[in-house]
């Protein structure tokens, strides 16, 4: 069992920053691929981005690319979202996830993967 514990959400102005932290305890950090998803109001959940076990590799969701950026330190077993020019229609809830290592393969990873999730922390871009 792996648990899942975001922070750092919060309320920002269009064109800020934010960075969400996602704490993991339970099992070995670096066995597993880590990935950010978020829910917008009325929306289903989607994928926002994804790093390797080793975080030597991570991909995006075309709607934050070179926006967001994604990191870990599996020495604090830890992951990391820098968002920054951030936009309306980024106003979400963003959950932290974990899958098996093999399912990081340099493309979205898809819920059904997802063997773990966080609770969410509640982003908001508003004026």
């Known amino acids: 069992q792996v648990q899942l514990v975001e922070s750092g959400g919060g309320l920002v102005q269009p064109g800020g920053s934010l960075k969400l932290s996602c704490e993991a305890s339970?099992?070995?950090?670096?066995?597993?691929?880590m990935a950010w998803f978020r829910r917008a109001p009325g929306k289903e959940r989607e994928f926002v981005a994804a790093i390797s076990w080793g975080g030597s590799s991570s991909y995006y969701a075309d709607a934050v690319k070179g926006r967001f950026a994604i990191s870990r330190n599996n020495a604090k077993n830890t992951v990391f979202l820098q968002m920054n020019s951030l936009k309306p229609d980024d106003t979400a809830v963003y959950y932290c996830?974990?899958?098996?290592?093999?399912?990081?393969?340099?493309?979205?990873?898809?819920?059904?993967?997802?063997?773990?999730w966080g609770q969410g922390t509640q982003v908001t871009v508003s004026s």
């Open positions: 996830a974990a899958a098996p290592r093999n399912k990081y393969r340099n493309q979205p990873i898809t819920p059904r993967e997802i063997a773990y």
């Open positions: 339970g099992r070995t950090f670096s066995n597993y691929a």
